[in-house]
Each structure stands twice: as structure tokens, then as C-alpha cells.
């Protein structure tokens, strides 16, 4: 039977992290611990160690362009043995896109933020192989920040047909 | 009424080479054995008892570039696969010929993005582009009998 974390079992959580959670938010059941960058790790730990969530199901990021602060790095943690879940919000500025890394809390952090990295250009602190996963090695930018095109291609129609199939690159022999 | 009528009789039948070389291609082509995303499903029917690829002679998929003469780009082809891609083709001797199976090969589909190529044309020549999404097994067949239509009618010093 599945069931998520409440305000009420969660006040002792809250209580023993202190101003290290800025605000907590539920929705429809779902709860969502709102911390900063500098003690993200602390909360993660305590969370992993004292709160029994021993699972990482993923981390992520949004960017909310033109919204600043522009990041959020989203951590959705499981515990195995209570049968909960709760998520972890951060906060990032768009002039400083850097967090300390959560490899030395769940070791399955380390591809989702070599992930996040590749396509959104969060720098990890002290990660132990920040390097590209998805894209080629040799890709410049960063393709799912909000000021790349959605399309790469026009769309060709009649009216632009002879100019979209000019600019097409075609194969040599 | 062709070939086989008069060979009893005549012993001898005369045409150019290119013709015959032509006849020979055609009827012996060995695809690679290359599937790419889910119109790979639709290619692995055109060669199963159902629809029998083998009719056309073309039963015989390689699993090496070695060995093949036509690559069929069956599915979507990502930014980092696309190396690959040309690596393979490249691999393969000449003569070779390439159709480009489905819409994301032929044009990228609805994948307009920047993960994958906008038609594999970017990256190899191709022969056939077979439309549909993914195209029937009947569609792959009439692609194949269109190059084979084209390959009768190649110059012989097309590969030189």
C-alpha cells in the first residue's frame, strides 16, 4: 500500500534539521523540503541517515527561465523500509550554477548528476567524473537550457520548401 | 518468355555485361543486418514467413558491413550514432546502395530536435526513402523492388 510523507510524521524530521530547511510544501500529499545550496548535503544525509531514506530514485533540474533564482535541483528520495517518499528542492542562481555533489550520499547520484551537467550545465562540486553522458563528447552547449531552439529544422512548407531544402546538408559519396 | 526459352535451343545468348552484371546485383542483394529503433520490428517481418523477403532474393542479412551490399537505415539516427553510422557504410565494399526506412530516417520524423539527424541523407547517400511510420512490411518491399528497378539501369561505370 503506497502511501507518502505527511506534515504530521514528518515535524520531527523538520524539527531536527532546523533553519537548514527553508519551507515545507505539501501538495496533494506530496511533500517538498525547500533548502539551499549550502547545506543540501547536510539535509540529504540526515534524511538518508535518521529518516531511513536509503534510495535516490532520481535527481533532476528545471529551469524556469526568465525566472531567477533560474535552477531548481529536484531530489526524489524512497525509503525501502517505511514504504515513503519526499522530495528536495534547491534553488539556483542563474550567474552561479554550482552545487556540492550528493555522490558521497547515494552513489546513484553520480550518473543522474553527470546527466543534469550534460544537458543543463550545472557544475557539480567535488564530483568524482563530471564528464558528458548522453550527448557526444565533442558537443558544445548545453541543449535543454531554455535558450535553445525547440526545433533544430524549419518545418518546410510551399512557401519556404526551396530555401529550407537549400540550406539541408547532403552526404558526399 | 526470356532467358530460359532460348537457351535450349540456341546454346548461345548474347548480351552487354552491364546488363548481366546488372541481372546479378539485382537479384542477390544482401542487406545488413542493422536495425535502428522500431522500424527495425517492421524489417525483421518483411524477412520473416509472412511477407519472405527471400523472394527477392534477398534473404541472407549480414551481420558484418563486410559482407552486405545495402544498408537499410531502419529507425531514427542520433547525433552520436551518426558516426557510426558512416563508419558502417564506409566499411562496406562497393557497389553499395543505402534505403533510408521510415520517416526519421528519411527526413527526422517527428523528432525535430536536437538529438537527431534530419534525414540520414546528412550523413549518407541514399538510394530509396520508404515513407510511412513505421512503413508496412508491403512499403519496405515495393522500396526494395524501386532499387532494384534502379540498379538494373546503373551504368556499370557508376563503381569504379
Not at chain 1, 68 to 81: D, G, H, N, W
Request: overall charge negative.
Amino acid at each position: 500500500m503506497e502511501q507518502t510523507v505527511t506534515t504530521a510524521n514528518l515535524d520531527a524530521t523538520v524539527a531536527a534539521l532546523g533553519d537548514a530547511v527553508n519551507d515545507v510544501r505539501v501538495f496533494r500529499d506530496e511533500v517538498t523540503l525547500i533548502t539551499t545550496k549550502g547545506r543540501v548535503v547536510e539535509v540529504l544525509t540526515h534524511l538518508r541517515d535518521a529518516q531511513h531514506f536509503d534510495m535516490l530514485t532520481d535527481e533532476t533540474c528545471v529551469d524556469y527561465l526568465p525566472k531567477e533564482p533560474r535552477f531548481a535541483i529536484l531530489y526524489q528520495l524512497y525509503s525501502t523500509s517505511r514504504n515513503i517518499r519526499v522530495r528536495v528542492k534547491v534553488m539556483l542562481s542563474e550567474y552561479d550554477r554550482s552545487i556540492p555533489t550528493a555522490a558521497g550520499v547515494w552513489i546513484a547520484a553520480n550518473w543522474l548528476e553527470r546527466e543534469i551537467y550534460d544537458l543543463f550545465g550545472i557544475n557539480f562540486e567535488n564530483h568524482p567524473d563530471l564528464r558528458r553522458i548522453m550527448m557526444p563528447p565533442g558537443w558544445e552547449g548545453h541543449p535543454l537550457l531554455k535558450e535553445n531552439p525547440v526545433k533544430v529544422e524549419e518545418v518546410a512548407f510551399t512557401f519556404n520548401r526551396e530555401r529550407v531544402e537549400a540550406d539541408k546538408p547532403r552526404a558526399q559519396e | 518468355m526470356g532467358l530460359e526459352q532460348k537457351l535450349g535451343n540456341m546454346g548461345v545468348v548474347t548480351m552487354s555485361a552491364e546488363k548481366a552484371i546488372n541481372w546479378a546485383r539485382t537479384n542477390a542483394i544482401w542487406p545488413m543486418l542493422f536495425g535502428l529503433a522500431c522500424c527495425a520490428i517492421e524489417m525483421m517481418s518483411t524477412q520473416a514467413s509472412n511477407y519472405d523477403l527471400s523472394r527477392f532474393g534477398m534473404e541472407l542479412m549480414r551481420a558484418s558491413p563486410r559482407q552486405s551490399d545495402l544498408m537499410i537505415v531502419a529507425g531514427r539516427v542520433s547525433r552520436k550514432m551518426a558516426p557510426v553510422l558512416r563508419n558502417l557504410y564506409d566499411q562496406m565494399p562497393e557497389p553499395k546502395w543505402v534505403i533510408a526506412m521510415g520517416d526519421c530516417a528519411s527526413c527526422g520524423g517527428v523528432f525535430n530536435n536536437y538529438a537527431v539527424i534530419q534525414g540520414v541523407d546528412e550523413i549518407v547517400p541514399v538510394d530509396v526513402y520508404v515513407a510511412g511510420c513505421p512503413p508496412r512490411p508491403e512499403a519496405l518491399i515495393d522500396g526494395i523492388l524501386k532499387l532494384q528497378d534502379k540498379i538494373k539501369k546503373e551504368p556499370l561505370t557508376k563503381w569504379q
